[in-house]
């Protein structure tokens, strides 16, 4: 059964540390891939996706991502994180085609120190 | 912008009570989504709908049930809410596969305790 898998469970930094959070889901097919965010209190927004094309992608806030076929990953990262970025954060896969499924990692809880 | 509401942020339900949780989103969105996040196992799908009365099971339908009468509206329902049914329920929805913009959209979650 496909799978997602955040290996990060509880993230703590300070103001300015770089950020990076894994991601692994376990399809082998062609998959459309999503970064959500949870911020305390807020609804799950999306940070960013991937379609097809350039396998760096952009989002919002600063977070970017890389999508590498050969690994089966999708890391999020950030250069220099803020206070304002503690939240939850979560991985999604769907299957691009044949499927309405969206499977979600179990999600990394992010704290950033002022 | 999308909006997905959901009837109730907070509901406290006794055990045994027929619980209903209504999701309403403006987007014309052909699927919609129910989940319950719990700590340490993220988002876990209940049921889906890719249609008006059409239906499908996701991970964890066991004690649900749910109702797509109207495109812009998906019910959940406890048939007789129990202790472990205890969670956050988030709504969902996204349109048809084929555009480019089909991420999903989620509601703000209702927090249910049955007590």
């Known amino acids: 059964a496909q799978s997602v898998s955040q290996h990060n469970h509880h993230v703590i930094l300070s103001e300015a540390a770089s950020l990076e959070l894994g991601c692994n889901y376990s399809?082998?097919?062609?998959?459309?891939l999503f970064w959500y965010v949870q911020y305390p209190g807020q609804h799950l927004q999306l940070l960013l996706k991937?379609?097809?094309?350039?396998?760096l992608v952009k989002g919002i806030k600063g977070f970017e991502a890389e999508f590498i076929k050969s690994k089966f990953s999708f890391n999020l990262r950030k250069p220099s994180v803020q206070w304002s970025d503690t939240a939850e954060y979560f991985c999604a896969v769907k299957r691009s085609s044949g499927t309405y499924k969206y499977i979600f990692g179990t999600g990394t809880r992010l704290k950033v120190l002022a | 912008d999308v909006k997905v509401t959901q009837s109730s942020r907070y509901l406290v339900k006794r055990t045994g009570e027929k619980v209903f949780l209504e999701c309403v989103q403006d987007m014309d969105h052909e699927n919609m989504f129910w989940y319950r996040q719990d700590p340490g196992l993220g988002l876990r799908l209940i049921y889906f709908s890719y249609d008006v009365k059409m239906k499908e099971k996701g991970d964890i339908p066991e004690g649900y049930s749910v109702s797509r009468e109207k495109k812009e509206r998906f019910s959940l329902i406890l048939e007789s809410a129990s202790t472990n049914q205890t969670s956050m329920y988030l709504c969902?929805?996204?349109?048809?596969?084929?555009?480019?913009?089909?991420?999903?959209?989620f509601g703000p979650g209702t927090r249910l305790t049955v007590t």
């Open positions: 969902a929805s996204s349109p048809t596969p084929g555009t480019r913009s089909i991420e999903q959209y």
């Open positions: 399809y082998g097919g062609t998959v459309n």
């Open positions: 991937y379609f097809s094309g350039d396998p």
